[in-house]
Each structure stands twice: as structure tokens, then as C-alpha cells.
């Protein structure tokens, strides 16, 4: 099992950072891959950025130049730092982590960008 709880979300300018975290529980933290997903109202849950197990990164193009995804496993912590950030990235963020068949989520973190 993996539980998974978010933070870092808030609001902020146009052109403002954040960095969301994303703690995670259980043992098998080094063999998870994680993503960063986000759902604005009226919107389906869209992919932003995803790390693999070994450190593989990929992202939304959308996402590209902006934001960053990385993964501390002495920590069980995966981040994705946002920068440049648009009143478009408006959305509450979630971390998904996959193991095998199975998916886990956190309970989203609200990230709001004022123009």
C-alpha cells in the first residue's frame, strides 16, 4: 500500500513559482513511478508530468520549459516545481503513484494563478 498527501499549492501571480510536494508512505517508494496530474472545473484529469522508477521524466507540452518533476528517495517525496505559471495552470493537482497494476492518488492540492 501507498498513501500519498500533497502540499504546496496556493495562490499566486501570473509568472509566479510554487513547488508541490507529494509524501508518500510505504516501503516501496524506489520502485513507484509517479505523475502529477491536475483537473480544472470542467475539465477532464489531464496528465502534466510523470518520473519513472529509474529517474525518467516526461512531461505535458504544456508543462514543457516550465515545470520540473524530480523524485528524493531517501525522502519518499516527489516534487514538481512550477515556474512561469499562467492563470491556464489553474487546477487542483494530484500525484499518482503506480505500481504494477495498482494506482494510488492523493487528495489534491488547489493551485490557483491570478492574472
Known amino acids: 500500500q501507498v498513501q500519498l498527501v500533497e502540499s504546496g499549492g496556493g495562490l499566486v501571480q501570473a509568472g509566479g513559482s510554487l513547488r508541490l510536494s507529494c509524501a508518500a508512505s510505504g516501503s516501496i517508494f524506489r520502485l513507484v513511478a509517479f505523475g502529477w496530474y491536475r483537473q480544472a472545473p470542467g475539465k477532464q484529469r489531464e496528465l502534466v508530468a510523470g518520473?519513472?522508477?529509474?529517474?525518467?521524466?516526461n512531461y505535458a507540452d504544456s508543462a514543457k520549459g516550465r515545470f520540473t518533476i524530480s523524485r528524493d528517495n531517501a525522502k519518499n517525496t516527489v516534487y514538481l516545481q512550477m515556474n512561469s505559471l499562467k492563470p491556464e495552470d489553474t487546477a487542483v493537482y494530484y500525484c499518482?503513484?503506480?505500481?504494477?497494476?495498482?494506482?494510488?492518488w492523493g487528495q489534491g492540492t488547489q493551485v490557483t494563478v491570478s492574472s
Open positions: 499518482n503513484g503506480r505500481w504494477l497494476s495498482s494506482d494510488y
Open positions: 518520473i519513472s522508477s529509474g529517474g525518467t521524466t
